[in-house]
């Protein structure tokens, strides 16, 4: 099954986040499909930068978003 998920970047304590396109079975950050976008929890307010067309592409395609995911792009406009 394609999952969008997050992929945790960033030092010891200063999580920085990609949003992308991935097989459910790999493992966090391992291999992916597609980079739809970021997000920075750090900066007030966070910031989230998604790529609308390619997310919306990958949802008609039947990519699941896990839970975090579908919140962020719930913020972002969709």
Same mark, same amino acid.
């Given at each position: ?17 990609? !949003?992308?396109?991935?097989?459910? *079975? ?9 980079? /739809?976008?970021?997000?920075?929890? $750090? ?11 390619? !997310?919306?592409l990958?949802?008609? *395609? ?9 919140? /962020?792009?719930?913020?972002?406009? $969709?």
């Amino acid at each position: 099954m394609v999952k969008i998920r997050l992929t945790r970047l960033g030092a010891h304590k200063k999580p920085f986040y990609r !949003v992308v396109v991935t097989d459910s *079975r790999t493992r966090r950050n391992g291999p992916f499909i597609e980079i /739809l976008g970021t997000y920075n929890p $750090l900066k007030d307010p966070s910031e989230i930068v998604l790529d609308m067309e390619k !997310v919306k592409l990958w949802l008609q *395609r039947g990519a699941q978003p896990t839970d975090k995911a579908k919140k /962020l792009i719930h913020k972002a406009g $969709l």
